[in-house]
């Protein structure tokens, strides 16, 4: 098989040959930007699901279809240590200035940098240095509080009417954002509900761990009236079985129906190992049909490319007793697991293990489906855990 033509490309955030089983979440995206054009209101969207399910790939495939609907995009990504005002201000800089060279009657525009630039000054007082080179006079009494929550709507609101000025509609997008703080999260919900209010063109759409949903309620108790909460989760087997045969047609080449069969159970259906055994089942066979016994050659190759490109990656980060709490998670089988459970296992209490855990939710490893559970936020984390410590000890 020519390595070249290999349709299947597993990467973070790689836009796989066939995004496939995704439609209804598409189509509510496009509902939201056409609402929000007509100026509708609509909720805007919280994608949730574990890591590999192919939220980025979403958030990006949504990013192309608000261009194409016209929209001016704002795509970021959180992370842990930069504050949510930080990561926003220089994309709405330029936002604002690309609104400024349209033509169009009134001062929204400029009222706008304006409020930005209050914005800015009220934040470097809490971040430190921020210059991103505004040089326009702030507007008094603006977003220039330094309360997050205060300033953040304001800041959205002159944004909104800008581009309402303008006769255009923003889409705000945001990768990884159960990242931000309760307050920032409290500000960005805050800043929607204005924009639903007020009707203005502006679109949020974010991914994140299925802890996003709690954490929005916890924030505001209006969160599920602003916000749909699309899960996106492994794929059906026709859907996997679609992601796999549909790309390899195109290069007039079929997987066999038993080699299908064996990638879905092997993957589960979640996306990221899907690309993976694709990848390699192409990059290994000799010809089409591609049968399950290239899959068997191939299975100790894949399973050492997701330990290294997938799992190890997150496993380095850990301390080592983070290791073993995880270790002992893995130890009571897939999950969810009781927190009585998993300390019972390590024979300790449990109120010993309140900053471990603590400190793996930060990290985005576990997170808690339900009062008392935990589980795994990376798809087959139990299997890898065994695979990298062999042997449980406490």
């Known amino acids: 098989m020519d390595k070249i033509r290999n349709p299947f490309s597993p990467g973070t955030g790689s836009p796989p040959p066939e995004l496939a089983g995704r439609e209804g979440i598409l189509e509510q995206a496009r509902v939201l930007f056409g609402r929000v054009q007509a100026k509708r209101p609509e909720k805007s969207l919280l994608l949730t699901g574990l890591r590999g399910v192919g939220k980025t790939v979403l958030l990006n495939e949504i990013e192309r279809i608000a261009a194409a609907e016209g929209f001016r995009t704002i795509l970021v990504e959180a992370h842990e240590g930069k504050p949510l005002a930080v990561l926003l201000a220089p994309h709405l800089r330029r936002l604002l200035f690309d609104l400024d060279r349209l033509k169009g009657a009134g001062d929204k525009v400029r009222k706008g940098l304006g409020v930005l630039r209050s914005f800015i000054g009220a934040i470097k007082v809490k971040v430190g240095d921020l210059d991103i080179g505004l040089d326009i006079e702030p507007e008094p009494g603006s977003a220039d509080s330094g309360d997050l929550e205060v300033d953040l709507p304001h800041l959205f ?100 129906p038993e080699a299908l069969h064996e990638i879905f159970k092997l993957t589960q259906g979640y996306p990221y190992f899907l690309q993976e055994w694709g990848y390699q089942a192409w990059n290994h066979a000799v010809g089409s049909p591609i049968g399950a016994p290239v899959l068997r050659e191939t299975s100790e190759l894949v399973s050492q490319r997701l330990d290294d490109n997938f799992f190890r990656v997150r496993f380095d980060r850990l301390t080592p007793r983070e290791k073993t709490y995880l270790r002992a998670m893995a130890e009571l089988g897939p999950g969810p697991y009781r927190t009585g459970d998993i300390a019972d296992k390590l024979g300790v209490k449990i109120n010993t293990l309140g900053p471990v855990r603590a400190s793996l939710i930060r990290k985005g490893m576990v997170y808690s489906p339900s009062h008392g559970e935990m589980a795994f936020t990376v798809p087959l984390f139990d299997d890898f855990m065994r695979r990298a410590m062999p042997r449980f000890e406490r």
């Open 157 to 256: 609101v002159a944004v909104g009417e800008a581009a309402q000025e303008r006769g255009v509609a923003v889409a705000i997008l945001i990768d990884e954002i159960q990242y931000f703080r309760s307050g920032e999260l409290s500000a960005l919900i805050m800043a929607m509900h204005k924009m639903q209010q007020r009707q203005l063109p502006l679109a949020l759409v974010g991914a994140g761990l299925p802890i996003l949903p709690g954490l929005a309620g916890e924030s505001k108790s209006y969160a599920e009236r602003l916000f749909s909460f699309p899960a996106v989760g492994p794929l059906p087997e026709a859907e996997a079985e679609r992601a796999l045969q549909n790309p390899v047609r195109v290069e007039d080449v079929e997987f066999a």
